[in-house]
């Protein structure tokens, strides 16, 4: 497996939570599975696999460096798959949790009809959708997913017409004499985290509304023995959520959203929650040892889909082949070169985010351009001969929406209260009052700030071309359109003036850029710093013993 090796500053340090202490090998012992009564359960959990069907480059933080790997595949997923039903026949269950059909050119070009088939041809036993499943509008969401053959689960989107729960809100499965429960829920904030036009007749109500009714329905009235909620929601949320009495008798939350590569279970008070990383490049696999219905020991392990150890199920891959190959020849188009590597997992600036705001502000000529704070897409990585091409198909995992430019002015007071809010959806001390995860993205400006200070006073200093930004003066702005907001919104902030929708897409932009550079060499440049935080920002899980690697 080749490696490419970036420096970077320091790995986060972060301060002792306790994890499960009873965590082992994923390896089962034989003679404890041959004890009277003793059954093994296994869960296997995808998630985040945001369209990417094919193996690709991962970054990983080893040793004070930037590691990248090839890894990833959902033919190789489906290996792992079958080899883990091999060991435990009849008492295995398989989950994906949601962001499925965004992310990638095949996913956009295809509006999520590909997956139907890939999924299919696959060992899920059940699947929930994602805050990025109504991409393509809610009817296109329900037609993917019940192309999928297999059940959808979600107990908090509603039918706006008739006011119908959309989905089951569980589903119960028997294995082995144990039976087990699984409840699921997608992201209340989901119109606001993603376009509004998106998930326009639907309804996201909040897990308050009936969590408790259905733990209690699921223990009480069908003598559910384990009990899992499968949540997309982030993973701030879940492990708040672990720590609540109101899902008392649940016994894990399968956590998603966040791309977070949990290897050990994290501990709340009442559950236990996990993460398995993104783009089809991990697998969560959980072992319980089950006597009289009680759980009596457990491993976890987060299995990197390494090509080279888990080889493409052939059956799976031709259908893959087959679904994308309407696509290839125009994915496969080269726009330009990158001599560094490009990638997008970092919490406060990330290299791709700066190319994509400063050919923004390269084209409209605006003070500053924003962008909107992803964590999706894989990294570009340059090989031997010191660049890496950028493809069309790339464009698309960096910017899965291809929406207008959209233009229009704030002042700078606007611009700095903007900034404190975006700062408080990352870094508040309340996990309730997080959304979303990761910094707004930039060019044109630059911005100190304190993480951990309170509310409305984290931004220290913001410049605007090269001086202390002015509260007074209009600043001209430059950011993508979301459609179904109000005109007087850009990428999510208020009441700017004079907006304007141009003529042309950020896709637009980036090919344009591209072909003017020729080859780009884009890099972290402390555009933004958290002062009080050591670089880089790797999670935004403060206080505990978790390291995003």
């Given at each position: 497996?080749k490696?490419?090796l970036?420096?970077f500053?320091s790995?986060f ?5 306790t ?8 390896q089962?012992?034989?003679?404890q599975?041959?004890?009277?009564g003793?059954e ?17 480059q991962?970054m990983?933080f080893e040793?004070?460096e930037?590691?990248f ?11 792992i798959?079958?080899q883990?039903?091999?060991e435990n026949?009849?008492?295995?269950v398989i989950v994906?949790g949601?962001?499925?059909i965004q992310?990638s050119a ?9 997956f139907g088939p ?6 899920y ?10 991409i ?6 329900r037609?993917?997913?019940a192309?999928y ?12 017409a008739?006011s119908?729960m959309l989905?089951p809100?569980?589903i ?11 409840i699921?829920y997608?992201?209340p904030?989901v119109?606001v985290?993603?376009n509004p036009?998106f998930?326009?007749g ?6 308050e509304?009936n969590?408790?009714p259905?733990?209690?329905e ?7 023995d384990?009990?899992f ?14 720590d609540?009495p109101?899902?008392?008798g ?5 956590g998603?959203?966040?791309?977070e590569r949990?290897r ?6 009442y559950a236990?929650?996990v993460?398995p990383g993104a783009?089809a ?5 959980l ?9 009596v ?5 987060l299995?990197?889909?390494?090509p080279a150890?888990?080889p493409?199920?052939p059956?799976?891959?031709?259908i893959?082949?087959e ?5 290839r020849q125009?994915m496969e188009?080269v726009?330009g ?5 490009l990638y997008?997992?970092l ?5 791709m985010?700066n190319?994509?705001t400063?050919?923004v502000?390269w084209k ?5 351009a ?7 897409s894989t990294?570009?990585v340059?090989d031997?001969?010191g660049?890496?091409p950028i493809?069309?198909s790339?464009?698309?995992?960096m910017?899965?929406?291809n929406?207008?430019?959209k233009?229009g002015?704030?002042t700078g007071k606007?611009i ?9 959806n990352?870094?508040a001390?309340?996990?309730l ?5 990761w910094?707004?993205?930039f ?5 100190n700030?304190n993480a ?5 006073q984290r931004v220290?200093?913001?410049t605007v071309?090269?001086k202390p930004?002015d509260p007074?003066?209009?600043?001209t702005?430059g950011a993508?359109?979301?459609r179904?907001?109000?005109d007087h919104?850009?990428?999510r902030m ?6 304007q929708v141009?003529d042309?897409?950020i896709h637009?932009v980036?090919?344009e850029?591209?072909k003017e550079k020729g080859?780009?060499a884009p890099k ?7 002062l009080?935080l050591?670089?880089?920002v790797?999670t935004?899980?403060?206080n505990i013993?978790?390291k995003?690697r």
């Amino acid at each position: 497996m080749k490696r490419t090796l970036h420096p970077f500053l320091s790995v986060f340090p972060l301060l002792a939570f306790t994890f499960l202490s009873s965590c082992q090998s994923s390896q089962q012992d034989s003679s404890q599975t041959k004890e009277a009564g003793l059954e093994t359960i296994t869960i296997l959990q995808t998630a985040d696999i945001h369209g990417q069907l094919l193996p690709h480059q991962e970054m990983f933080f080893e040793n004070g460096e930037f590691v990248f790997k090839e890894l990833g595949g959902v033919a190789n997923i489906q290996t792992i798959f079958k080899q883990v039903k091999a060991e435990n026949p009849g008492g295995t269950v398989i989950v994906d949790g949601g962001d499925l059909i965004q992310g990638s050119a095949v996913a956009a070009l295809s509006e999520g009809a590909v997956f139907g088939p890939v999924i299919k041809a696959m060992d899920y036993d059940f699947l929930i959708p994602g805050n990025w499943e109504v991409i393509f509008g809610s009817q296109k969401m329900r037609d993917v997913l019940a192309s999928y053959g297999k059940p959808v689960v979600c107990a908090n989107i509603y039918d706006e017409a008739n006011s119908d729960m959309l989905y089951p809100p569980y589903i119960v499965k028997e294995l082995k004499g144990v039976k087990l429960g699984f409840i699921s829920y997608n992201d209340p904030e989901v119109p606001v985290r993603q376009n509004p036009a998106f998930s326009k007749g639907l309804i996201f109500k909040q897990l308050e509304d009936n969590v408790e009714p259905l733990i209690k329905e699921l223990k009480e009235e069908q003598g559910v023995d384990i009990l899992f909620l499968v949540t997309h929601l982030g993973i701030s949320k879940q492990l708040y959520l672990a720590d609540q009495p109101q899902i008392r008798g649940v016994d894990f939350i399968l956590g998603n959203d966040t791309h977070e590569r949990i290897r050990k279970p994290l501990q709340g008070k009442y559950a236990q929650v996990v993460e398995p990383g993104a783009f089809a490049s991990f697998v969560g696999r959980l072992d319980l040892d089950v006597k009289d219905g009680k759980i009596v020991g457990q491993r976890y392990e987060l299995i990197d889909v390494d090509p080279a150890v888990y080889p493409a199920d052939p059956e799976v891959q031709k259908i893959v082949d087959e679904q994308m190959a309407p696509y290839r020849q125009k994915m496969e188009r080269v726009l330009g070169y990158t001599s560094t590597p490009l990638y997008r997992y970092l919490v406060v600036e990330n290299p791709m985010d700066n190319m994509i705001t400063d050919a923004v502000r390269w084209k409209t000529g605006v003070d500053i351009a924003i962008s909107n704070g992803f964590r999706f897409s894989t990294p570009i990585v340059p090989d031997e001969t010191g660049k890496a091409p950028i493809t069309y198909s790339d464009v698309w995992n960096m910017l899965p929406v291809n929406e207008n430019v959209k233009i229009g002015k704030a002042t700078g007071k606007q611009i700095q209260d903007w900034m404190e809010q975006e700062l408080h959806n990352v870094f508040a001390e309340k996990p309730l009052e997080r959304f979303g995860g990761w910094v707004i993205r930039f060019s044109g400006m630059e911005m100190n700030f304190n993480a951990n200070a309170p509310k409305g006073q984290r931004v220290q200093s913001i410049t605007v071309g090269g001086k202390p930004i002015d509260p007074n003066r209009l600043y001209t702005m430059g950011a993508c359109l979301r459609r179904g907001e109000p005109d007087h919104m850009l990428c999510r902030m208020p009441h700017a003036v004079e907006t304007q929708v141009l003529d042309y897409t950020i896709h637009d932009v980036i090919e344009e850029y591209l072909k003017e550079k020729g080859t780009v060499a884009p890099k972290t440049d402390g555009r933004a710093k958290a002062l009080d935080l050591p670089a880089p920002v790797l999670t935004q899980l403060p206080n505990i013993d978790y390291k995003f690697r």
